[in-house]
Nanobody, 123 residues
């Protein structure tokens, strides 16, 4: 019912920047929270940044001041601008949305994950 497509990952040197995008499509009625998580090898998935429907944001302490999350509600898209990247930012980054969507004529609530995009920061 809802699909997420991520883009923007890649390889960058320490101190560089990347911008991730995640576009949601499908029978969406309204998107609530939109966020980015990451998972490094051997570690648990962790929240990186979150933006609510009213524009409030929340960041992991490790990325505050370096990363900026934003959303375009008209495009059902969430972005993550990552600056001053560090080798410890290397991970697979996943977008996540919580939303209301249409299914069989009824509104349902769902939580969806993107397939993930690799971000590698070299030292």
């Amino acid at each position: 019912q809802v699909q997420l497509v991520e883009s923007g990952g890649g390889l960058v040197q320490a101190g560089g920047s990347l911008r991730l995008s995640c576009a949601a499509s499908g029978s969406i009625f309204r998107i609530n929270d939109m966020g980015w998580y990451r998972q490094a090898p051997g570690k648990q998935r962790e929240l990186v940044a979150l933006v609510t429907n009213d524009g409030s944001t929340n960041y992991a302490d490790s990325v505050k001041g370096r990363f900026t999350v934003s959303r375009d509600n008209a495009k059902n898209t969430v972005y993550l601008q990552m600056n001053s990247l560090k080798p410890e930012d290397t991970a697979v980054y996943y977008c996540n949305i919580s939303c209301w969507y249409w299914s069989g004529g009824s509104l349902r609530r769902g939580d969806y994950w993107g397939p993930g995009t690799q971000v590698t920061v070299s030292s």
